[in-house]
């Protein structure tokens, strides 16, 4: 029997905007397959660092399809690592991945747009309590 496959989804976790990513994606992966962690853990620099990617720029997310593989397996990075991510969920949000047709060199313009003025729109990310208690556990890192 194989493992099953243990999705990733990196972010920066001082931007309000990915945090709430990453509350969105929680509250519709009723299967609570995808896991987290800030891309300024050790856990992701290492990775990062890894596979030759920067460890101090935090202006991307990164999708890890399979943290098992995580060694030699794809990493997804901007709008190709979000659409991964709607695609594991369940409900109207997983309908959104239907833009991944779209090639990254249109989608990507706009993600760097965002990803460079996020923090000015959206703020700093202020932790607070989880709603759910049970979510801190999809945390490999914090």
Not at 24 to 46: K, N, V, W, Y
Not at 83 to 102: D, Q, T, Y
């Amino acid at each position: 029997m194989t493992e099953p496959t243990t999705p990733v989804l990196l972010y920066d976790g001082t931007c309000a905007l990915c945090n709430g990513f990453v509350r969105l994606i929680m509250r519709h992966d009723p299967g609570a397959r995808i896991r987290f962690a800030p891309l300024q853990s050790e856990a992701a620099r290492e990775l990062l660092a890894s596979r030759g990617l920067p460890t101090e720029r935090f202006d991307s997310l990164v999708f890890v399809p399979d943290w098992n593989r995580r060694a030699s397996g794809a990493l997804l990075l901007r709008t190709d690592g979000a659409l991964a991510a709607f695609a594991e969920l369940r409900g109207p949000w997983r309908a959104v991945s239907w833009l991944r047709p779209i090639p990254p060199f249109m989608r990507d313009p706009v993600y760097r747009l965002v990803a460079r003025v996020r923090h000015a729109l959206f703020g700093d990310y202020k932790p607070t309590p989880l709603p759910d208690p049970l979510w801190e556990k999809r945390f490999i890192a914090r």
